[in-house]
């Protein structure tokens, strides 16, 4: 079984400029959520998505959007990049029963360097 | 405030002590995760609790709710268990929540 992939694993960018990462959930598990990880701040949350539907939200700027497409792989925007913006974008899939809890598999990462 | 709180937050041990980290929470929460985090930065899921106790292999997780507590043991430890382990809360509002982290060094 496949386990979570994102693409791409490391990438530059220059201030100003917008960035889409990309993961694809393993086969069957239908929510995903995404994450930020800084050495200053740790790991935050970004959002999570089930079918389609944002459901919830962290404490981001709009400037953070992502969506989610019909089968379930999901993708991220940040626009107008900030040199605060350099992280480690991690996202993690489940499979959301109705309880909404179930065991996170999270990806290898997205290493985002503004510069 | 962090609503997620570990400790210790760096622990150096020997092989084969028994080692315990420790998380406390503020929120009501659905569900609490250990994860391992390794250099490197890929992230394994440990155990996710809601109640209770559960183990696998060396590694032991308990929950007390009322408490708004958890820990995390590891017996026997071995250096392969060097890594940051990580407590994450998901509340009743499905937000996630972070601690710190707590980085383990198990020396030969």
């Known amino acids: 079984k496949a386990g979570v992939t994102q693409t791409p694993r490391y990438l530059i960018k220059t201030r100003g400029q917008q960035v889409t990462l990309s993961c694809s959930p393993i086969?069957?598990?239908?929510?995903v959520s995404w994450y930020q990880q800084t050495p200053g701040q740790g790991l935050q949350f970004l959002f999570e998505?089930?079918?389609?539907?944002?459901?919830n939200k962290g404490n981001f700027p709009g400037r953070f959007s992502g969506r989610q497409f019909s089968n379930s792989r999901s993708e991220m925007n940040v626009s107008t990049l900030e040199l605060g913006d350099s992280a480690l974008y991690l996202c993690?899939?489940?499979?959301?029963?109705?309880?909404?809890?179930?065991?996170?598999?999270f990806g290898a990462g997205s290493r985002l360097t503004v510069l | 405030k962090n609503e997620v709180e570990q400790s210790p937050q760096n622990l150096t041990a020997q092989e084969g002590e028994f080692i315990t980290i420790n998380c406390s929470y503020s929120?009501?929460?659905?569900?609490l995760h250990w994860l391992q985090q390794h250099p490197g930065g890929g992230i394994v899921s440990l155990f996710m609790?809601?109640?209770g106790k559960k183990k696998h292999g060396r590694l032991i997780a308990t929950i007390n709710i009322q408490e708004k507590h958890s820990s995390l043991h590891i017996t026997a430890s071995h250096p392969r268990d060097s890594a940051v382990y990580i407590c994450a809360v998901r509340s009743y509002g499905n937000q996630f929540y972070f601690g710190t982290g707590t980085s383990l060094t198990v020396i030969p």
């Open positions: 929120v009501g929460i659905s569900a």
């Open positions: 998505y089930f079918s389609e539907t944002q459901r």
């Open positions: 609790l809601s109640s």
């Open positions: 993690a899939s489940s499979f959301t029963g109705l309880t909404g809890a179930n065991v996170l598999t």
């Open positions: 086969s069957g598990h239908r929510s």
